[in-house]
T-cell receptor, first 115, second 110 residues
């Protein structure tokens, strides 16, 4: 294990449901990220939290709502999603200081299916 | 903003052959270029990276080259093995974020 854990691993939800994805890192990092991975598309950066402050919101629809209560935990709250939101959602973390501050450590992802 | 293009999208090689994956980027300010490997059903993992002040870096069977003038970088895998089969992503670091390519699915046949 790399020290970044995501739950749940799989999630099936209807368009009217509300669910949350959870990410936890045990690496002492201070930045956390949500990425969306869809088939045949690049990894899409959704949100960045640096020292618990959101520094990036990459034009993500409001039906995705992130929360970062501390530098070790990151949530993605989901509500009224669309079928096209079905994808693998990856959490990552990094240490934003020093030379190797761009190195990302990924979790295993949550495979989301919206029916 | 930065744009990263990656080719080919799929690559099939015989075990023992070499594999080369190429990426181009658009923003000359990008200064860090990692490569991630994602095996089926697993998380992406960093396998090698290169910074803009270096032209080539090697780690056992994998190497990365960077041409800053042409704004392209490549991953080279020699003596490929079946366990090299995975999707490989290149990325460029620009203004505090990594922009990824679309990925290359490498299949190594025994």
């Amino acid at each position: 294990e790399t020290g970044v854990t995501q739950t749940p691993r799989h999630l099936v939800m209807g368009m009217t449901n509300k669910k949350s994805l959870k990410c936890e890192q045990h690496l002492g990092h201070n930045a956390m990220y949500w990425y969306k991975q869809s088939a045949k598309k690049p990894l899409e950066l959704m949100f960045v939290y640096n020292f618990k402050e959101q520094t990036e919101n990459n034009s993500v629809p409001s039906r995705f709502s992130p929360e970062c209560p501390n530098s070790s935990h990151l949530f993605l709250h989901l509500h009224t999603l669309q079928p096209e939101d079905s994808a693998l959602y990856l959490c990552a973390s990094s240490l934003r200081e020093g030379r190797d501050n761009e190195k990302l450590f990924f979790g295993s992802g949550t495979q989301l299916s919206v029916l | 903003g930065e744009n990263v293009e990656q080719h080919p999208s799929t690559l099939s090689v015989q075990e023992g052959d070499s594999a080369v994956i190429k990426c181009t980027y658009s923003d000359s300010a990008s200064n860090y270029f990692p490569w991630y490997k994602q095996e089926l059903g697993k998380r992406p993992q960093l396998i090698i990276d290169i910074r803009s002040n270096v032209g080539e870096k090697k780690d056992q069977r994998i190497a990365v080259t960077l041409n800053k003038t042409a704004k392209h970088f490549s991953l080279h895998i020699t003596e490929t093995q079946p366990e090299d089969s995975a999707v490989y992503f290149c990325a460029a670091h620009n203004t505090d974020k990594l922009i990824f390519g679309t990925g290359t699915r490498l299949q190594v046949f025994p």
